[in-house]
């Protein structure tokens, strides 16, 4: 499959099977986190991944959203804020870094054949209390990760004239 097929293929899958995820296709999703290119390579994120279902039921505090804990792997993408880089005018990029990884991790998946469903609409100080996230290290984005249980909803997307302008705006 090409890229675009893949991106296109990629959707947020809100059911989930019970079959486990196999330990290959979490390192490879682990792995893809791992090589997603950040700001002058600080690479200022780490990532947690939940597969007890007490925890994950316990993370149904900061998302009460019966689908997210029925998966049966969570992933928590976390950022260290002191590691990222700054541009010039103050500017902090550990979010878009964060942001590179999560995305590397939802593309992987999918070509695996995986679900996964980028959340940020969560309570962070749940997640970081249930997580035991140390000081200096923030949750950024949650998703669920599993074999889907549905097709997951179809994309809705701008047309290219909506979001690409040349040459100026």
Known sequence: ???LELAERRVSVRGFTEAPVAEEALDAVIEAARLAPSACNRQPWHLVVIRDEARRRLL???YP???FVGAPVILALCVEP???WQRSDGKSYVDVDGAIAMDH???CAADLGLGTCWIGAF???AV???LHLPPGIEPLALTPLGHPADAGRPKKRKPREALV????W
């Open 165 to 168: 302008h040349d040459e100026q």
């Open 82 to 84: 002191a590691a990222g």
């Open 123 to 125: 309570e962070a100080h």
């Open 65 to 67: 959203q019966a689908w």
């Open 60 to 62: 149904g505090e900061a």
């Open 105 to 107: 991790i939802t593309l």
């Open 1 to 3: 499959m090409d890229f």
């Open 128 to 130: 970081r209390r249930i």
